[in-house]
């Protein structure tokens, strides 16, 4: 890989990390809204719960192997 693809694939993971962490928090400010007697504790145990969660894939959706 050269340097201008290297350089590419760089700034995409950074965007896609940026954008991870500001959904993390969109969930975490929402999180707080919708639990308004919530401490900052709980709001943060209710973020990892939502963070662990496995929910099955939707209908139709076929999951494919991750290239070797």
Do not use: N
Request: glycine share 2%; proline share 12%.
């Amino acid at each position: 890989m050269h340097d201008a693809s290297l350089q590419a694939c760089e700034r995409r993971l950074k965007l896609t990390l940026e954008m991870m962490a500001a959904g993390i928090e969109m969930t975490r400010l929402s999180l707080a809204r919708r639990h308004p007697e919530a401490t900052p504790a709980e709001v943060e145990a209710m973020l990892a719960a939502w963070l662990r969660r496995v929910e099955p894939p939707p209908p139709g959706f076929r999951l494919r192997p991750l290239p070797q």
